[in-house]
């Protein structure tokens, strides 16, 4: 079964695209998509709400993808990073179009989904046909986590040709997600908002999560990624592959709705 990993972070020091390739070959990771470096600067007790770096140094990291991407394009997705409420985002977003990086990564710091000031963003992303891959739930600096409740995201209907995926099942907030997603049955086959099963949610409840996701969502919602990055991408990604197949086999989801989850899905965001 081909895995597209739709969610994995780069630090920027990778040593070349034949080396990311080999560590995927060996996770079993056929497409990634590849968030470019930088950008979040997260809370800190001097800094509790630092928020996120110009678009002048995020051009740097976007820069620093474009070419890994040219090198592996068969193998690779690049989704950029922009400062939404920065001078500059969406000839940032454009210039990211322009050299062929196919999504965009956002965090909500410090911001709603909703804010009025991020409309010109999510117009810029929905006319160049650009999903956007927004972090969702906890976030790591545990202060920004009030921003990410997938329940602010319902704003993306606003923007119909807009596409987004919710990371991590918006864990905790796992039941409010699924239902974000799920209310838009007469969109079936057009999906606007997918969710992707990245862990999120701890072992623990990790079963129940995608239980849940799996027999309510539509077929064509659901994305799998790993949320690894270049120094655990073969442990931590074989792990997370490895823990969601148990999950599906233990459930019995039949072999077809695991290959939407593992690959269609993400090829019907991104292409082949």
């Known amino acids: 079964m081909k895995v597209f990993d739709t969610h994995f972070h780069?630090?920027?020091?990778?040593?070349?695209?034949?080396?990311?390739?080999?560590?995927?070959d060996e996770a079993g990771i056929e497409r990634v998509c590849l968030i470019a470096p930088g950008g979040r600067t997260l809370g800190t007790p001097t800094e509790p709400n630092a928020g996120e770096a110009s678009n002048e140094e995020m051009h740097k990291g976007n820069q620093y993808l474009v070419h890994l991407v040219?090198?592996?394009?068969?193998?690779?997705?690049?989704?950029?990073?922009?400062?939404?409420?920065?001078?500059g985002a969406t000839d940032e977003l454009q210039w990211a179009y322009e050299h062929g990086l196919k999504g965009l990564?956002?965090?909500?710091?410090?911001?709603?989904?909703?804010?009025?000031?991020?409309a010109p963003i999510y117009e810029k992303a929905a006319s160049l046909g650009m999903p956007i891959l927004f972090?969702?739930?906890?976030?790591?600096?545990?202060?920004?986590?009030?921003?990410?409740?997938p329940a602010g995201f319902?704003?993306?209907?606003?923007?119909?040709?807009?596409?987004?995926i919710m990371a991590h099942v918006g864990w905790p907030w796992t039941d409010e997600a699924i239902a974000v997603a799920g209310m838009g049955p007469k969109f079936r086959g057009n999906y606007q908002i997918h969710v992707d099963i990245?862990?999120?949610?701890?072992?623990?409840?990790?079963?129940?999560?995608?239980?849940?996701?799996?027999?309510?969502?539509?077929?064509?919602?659901?994305?799998?990624?790993?949320?690894?990055?270049?120094?655990?991408?073969?442990?931590?990604?074989?792990?997370v592959i490895q823990s969601i197949k148990t999950i599906f086999t233990e459930l019995e989801i039949p072999r077809s709705v695991q290959e939407d989850i593992f690959w269609n899905?993400?090829?019907?965001?991104?292409?082949?």
Do not use: M
């Open 10 to 24: 780069l630090k920027g020091t990778e040593t070349s695209a034949q080396e990311l390739v080999k560590s995927f």
């Open 70 to 87: 040219r090198e592996a394009p068969d193998r690779f997705v690049g989704l950029a990073r922009v400062n939404p409420l920065a001078p």
């Open 105 to 118: 990564k956002l965090f909500c710091i410090g911001w709603y989904p909703e804010d009025e000031r991020v």
């Open 135 to 149: 972090h969702t739930g906890i976030l790591g600096d545990g202060r920004n986590s009030q921003y990410h409740r």
């Open 154 to 164: 319902e704003v993306i209907k606003d923007f119909p040709d807009l596409k987004i």
């Open 198 to 239: 990245t862990p999120g949610a701890p072992l623990l409840w990790r079963k129940d999560v995608i239980n849940k996701a799996v027999n309510y969502l539509d077929e064509g919602v659901l994305v799998f990624g790993t949320d690894a990055g270049p120094g655990n991408c073969v442990s931590y990604g074989k792990q």
């Open 265 to 272: 899905n993400a090829v019907a965001l991104y292409g082949e």
